[in-house]
């Protein structure tokens, strides 16, 4: 179940990232940052549950590794953001360090 969390605490990271994102829009502001504290605050205590089995480098490492690639792909998808062979190979390695975090446990 520890994983189960662990992955859910890497979605709900890429939601504040895009709250502060929509709080930089003036009419979203408010709406954005309380989508942050929300996302936050969901995504820590998920994570507070996974590191009760799993060691802390490894919980973190998977934690930020889903929320980066996840927060780069809405980047591409919704907001425009730049994209090259370079930046996708960088998310594979992201991708491919938390497999390998995974398979190592």
């Not at 969390?5 to 895009?18: K, S």
């Not at 954005?32 to 936050?40: D, E, K, S, T, Y």
């Not at 205590?45 to 089995?53: C, D, I, S, V």
């Amino acid at each position: 179940m520890s994983w189960v969390y662990l992955v859910l605490a890497g979605l709900f990271e890429i939601g504040w990232p895009v709250g502060l994102k929509m709080a930089q829009e003036p009419q979203t502001r408010w709406t954005g940052i309380a989508v942050a504290v929300a996302f936050m605050c969901v995504s820590g205590f998920l994570l507070w549950l996974a590191q009760r089995h799993i060691p802390i480098g490894t919980a973190y490492a998977v934690w930020t590794g889903i929320g980066a690639a996840g927060t780069f792909l809405v980047g591409v998808l919704y907001y425009g953001d730049p994209t090259s062979f370079a930046r996708y190979m960088g998310v594979a390695l992201i991708i491919g360090g938390v497999v390998t975090l995974k398979l190592a446990h």
